[in-house]
């Protein structure tokens, strides 16, 4: 993350300390002299030999090293750019990511093998760097498109935060929180604004709500957006929607599918679902009703007869495209849209 380099509490060409440039920059001092270890990204001159003082010039290059790894650009490759522009020479042997017998930087989320994007989402995300989140987030929908950029940007990084947060006690919790603040955020600006449906005999809208008790919404704010993307008209309704509401709504609006969301089994109702599914509106001898579909692991296990379950965000798009344009389909199985 990139800040000013003169801050009032620093004057200019005062050396800073460990941890204040840590604190200006939004790393730890560990990943500071993690990266002086690997990677030779260290203070020009050392207060009697050992302490660490940092001058402008290492702050600047400091700075040009976040700025990179936020775009996800490897560690040592970032460390080798910052010192070309700082005029520094590459250490000796410095060729590789990861030096053979080193373990990995404290901070370091499990991300295995993903797109470029989730390392710089995911460091940006541990440094709390709220602009950087932001605007890959913003790229990754622009380039991408909300489908591909929430399956294999935004998934897989939120289920490394969580997986870091369950390794790491109360760890990490605000590095989940913030992210899935920023998700939400991008999701929503990526979403078109909803489609009007002035004439009453058009198919209606798609449905989407989380089961009463759930509050994960996330996902089925990517379909709304997906859909969205696609100008299919949808109605939102967000976390935990009362059974009576979400019966109401149905019925006032005529929805061509009601996607249920459920994260957790405690939450999911067989019950609600087929309530849902059997609702009849319209004239006597041309009674019509919506396409259910379940969403999230709620619903694993024995699926409810005439309930659609898409394992993925595309599997699900396409059953809701079929349902809003009138054309029947194959009962579906899997875990979450």
Not at 66 to 94: D, F, Y
Not at 145 to 150: K, L, P, S, Y
Not at 240 to 254: D, F, I, K, Y
Not at 320 to 327: C, F, I, N, T, V
Request: hydrophobic residues 40%.
């Amino acid at each position: 993350m990139s800040r000013s380099t003169t801050p009032e509490d620093h004057p200019p060409g005062v050396p800073l300390t460990t941890g204040a440039l840590a604190r200006r920059l939004g790393v730890s001092p560990t990943t500071l002299r993690s990266w002086d270890r690997r990677y030779g990204i260290g203070p020009a001159v050392r207060a009697d030999g050992r302490h660490r003082r940092w001058t402008p010039q290492d702050v600047a290059m400091l700075e040009a090293m976040c700025r990179l790894t936020s775009a996800g650009v490897p560690p040592a490759e970032a460390a080798r750019a910052a010192k070309e522009t700082a005029g520094v020479p590459p250490m000796a042997g410095e060729t590789s990511d990861e030096p053979q017998g080193r373990s990995r930087a404290s901070g370091t989320l499990p991300l295995g093998d993903v797109r470029q994007e989730c390392r710089g989402l995911a460091r940006a995300a541990v440094r709390l760097d709220s602009p950087a989140v932001e605007e890959q987030l913003a790229a990754a929908v622009r380039q991408y498109g909300i489908t591909v950029a929430w399956q294999e940007v935004m998934v897989p990084t939120l289920h490394a935060v969580g997986r870091k947060w369950a390794s790491s006690g109360d760890r990490y919790v605000e590095v989940e929180h913030l992210l899935s603040w920023h998700v939400s955020t991008a999701l929503r600006r990526g979403t078109p604004p909803p489609v009007a449906q002035s004439d009453a005999s058009v198919t209606g809208p798609v449905v989407l709500a989380c089961v009463p008790g759930e509050q994960h919404t996330l996902p089925i704010e990517a379909l709304n957006a997906a859909l969205g993307e696609l100008r299919l008209p949808t109605r939102m309704f967000g976390a935990a929607v009362p059974a009576e509401a979400l019966a109401a709504a149905v019925q006032r609006l005529g929805p061509s599918a009601v996607v249920l969301w459920a994260q957790a089994r405690s939450t999911a109702s067989l019950a609600l679902a087929r309530h849902v599914a059997g609702t009849q509106w319209g004239v006597k001898g041309a009674r019509r009703r919506p396409l259910v579909v379940l969403g999230g692991p709620g619903w694993s296990g024995p699926q409810a007869r005439g309930l659609h379950r898409p394992p993925t965000l595309r599997d699900a798009i396409d059953v809701l495209s079929d349902a809003h344009a009138g054309r029947p389909g194959d009962e579906a199985s899997g875990e979450r849209p």
